[in-house]
C-alpha cells in the first residue's frame, strides 16, 4: 500500500524566509514555486541520492495543523549525524531531542526548524547500503 515517500511537507508563516533558510541549509533552490508570481505561498525542493521532495506550504493552508510542533518526526538520513546537528543549530534550528543510539549503527535526533517543524536526522545503515554508502 505505502510505496514510498513522496513528498514531505513543512508549514511556515512565512513561506519566503523558509525557502530562504532551506536553500541555505540544503544548498539547494527550490525547483516548483506556486504562486509562480508575487510571494510564494509553497516551494517545493528534490533533494537527496533519491530526489526526495521537500515541500514547504503556507501555514494558513494547514487546516489540520495546531500551531505547535507535533505529528511525524521524517528522519533523513545523514553520513554524519553531529556535523549534521551543528550545521542545522547553526542555521538556526533548535535541538528537541539530542543525538539518541537506537542501536547499532542507529543513531537519531530532533530537532525544530525556525518555523515550528520537527525535522528528524539520522544514521541509517539500512538506507546507507541501499545506496551505496
Not at 67 to 80: L, R, Y
Request: glycine share 10%; proline share 7%.
Amino acid at each position: 500500500m505505502l510505496r514510498g515517500l513522496a513528498t514531505v511537507t513543512l508549514l511556515a508563516d512565512d513561506v519566503p524566509a523558509a525557502a530562504r533558510w532551506y536553500a541555505g541549509v540544503l544548498d539547494a533552490e527550490p525547483y516548483f514555486t506556486r504562486p509562480v508570481e508575487g510571494p510564494a505561498a509553497y516551494v517545493e525542493f528534490r533533494i537527496g541520492d533519491d530526489e526526495d521532495e521537500l515541500g514547504i506550504m503556507d501555514a494558513r493552508y494547514a487546516t489540520w495543523a495546531s500551531g505547535q510542533p507535533a505529528g511525524v518526526v521524517v528522519n533523513w538520513h545523514v553520513d554524519d549525524l553531529p556535523a549534521a546537528v551543528e550545521r542545522l543549530e547553526t542555521a538556526g534550528a533548535t535541538v528537541v531531542q539530542p543525538a539518541t543510539v537506537r542501536g547499532e549503527g542507529w543513531t537519531t535526533a530532533v530537532l525544530a526548524d525556525p518555523f515550528g517543524n520537527l525535522l528528524g536526522v539520522m544514521t541509517n545503515p539500512h538506507w546507507a547500503a541501499a545506496h551505496g554508502g
